[in-house]
């Protein structure tokens, strides 16, 4: 049985008091007994990691960055390493996320490689992957999940792929409101667990954690989460209140 893991990405949003506040009210609301059932990670922005960890000490709640550098120091300015998001306390890195694919142009070939460098570092990295709305309309959504899964995973063991988590983030369904329904996502779910299958091998497949991604709300998330291969959620716009975040959480 797979735990669920709920994770917020905060995205470029909060102030640095906002943040706290925000890290604060999700502690606040989140008890032990969550823990039991489901796993929680939030990625606040880079410049609040350390901010929020302070917070969280003493909780469950795992501490996650946006993305991390592929390469481990050296003049790459404005770089931050996995290194060095380990070294501030971060379990997890989210790594090719849609917004950096598209508006900053990450490769498969990129993503890749901090994929690579997450796990050197004991970092778990969230590979995402998803298609846009007119790859979807003209039924290219398997093929580009295949090929992002496969380009991404490339040279990774078996063991490697198994510290990983992937997310299915639908682009046209991020930040727009529009929830990819049950059905549609839990067909690229299994989906995506079967080219896991045969990269890795069923036994890490049956392990992987696949969550979803796009619009994810208090209103929603029970019915994706009743699909059988949905194992959690990456959560943007509505991770941002502390409170509609515990309801997602608290999803049982
Ligand atoms: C995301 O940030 O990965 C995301 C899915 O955003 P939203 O929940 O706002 O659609």
């Not at 049956?206 to 208090?218: A, N």
Request: net charge neutral; charged share 25%.
């Amino acid at each position: 049985m797979r735990k669920k893991l709920m994770m917020g990405n905060w995205k470029m949003n909060t102030c640095l008091k906002e943040a706290v506040e925000l890290a604060s009210g999700i502690k606040r609301l989140l008890k032990e007994d969550v823990f039991e059932k489901v796993s929680v990670a939030i990625c606040p922005p880079f410049v609040y990691l350390l901010d929020v960890k302070d917070v969280l000490e003493g909780s469950d709640i795992k501490l996650g960055a946006q993305d991390a550098f592929y390469e481990a120091s050296g003049a790459f300015t404005g770089g931050i390493s996995a290194g060095m998001l380990k070294d501030v306390g971060c379990d997890y890195a989210i790594i090719g996320h849609s917004e950096r694919r598209h508006i900053m142009g990450e490769t498969d070939e990129i993503i890749n490689k901090k994929l690579r460098a997450c796990l050197k570092e004991g970092l778990t990295p969230v590979l995402c992957v998803g298609e846009l709305l007119n790859q979807r309309e003209s039924g290219q959504t398997g093929s580009v999940i295949t090929s992002q899964v496969r380009n991404g995973l490339k040279g990774f063991s078996a063991d490697d792929i198994r510290r990983m988590v992937v997310a299915y983030e639908p682009v046209w369904a991020i930040g727009t409101g529009k929830t990819a329904t049950q059905a549609q996502a839990q067909e690229v779910h299994n989906m995506i667990r079967g080219l896991i299958s045969g990269i890795a091998g069923p036994a890490v497949a049956g392990e992987m954690l696949i969550l979803y991604g796009g619009s994810v709300k208090p209103e929603n998330i029970k019915e994706l989460m009743s699909a059988p291969d949905i194992d959690g959620a990456l959560v943007g716009g509505a991770s941002l209140k502390a409170d509609s975040f515990e309801k997602i959480v608290k999803y049982y």
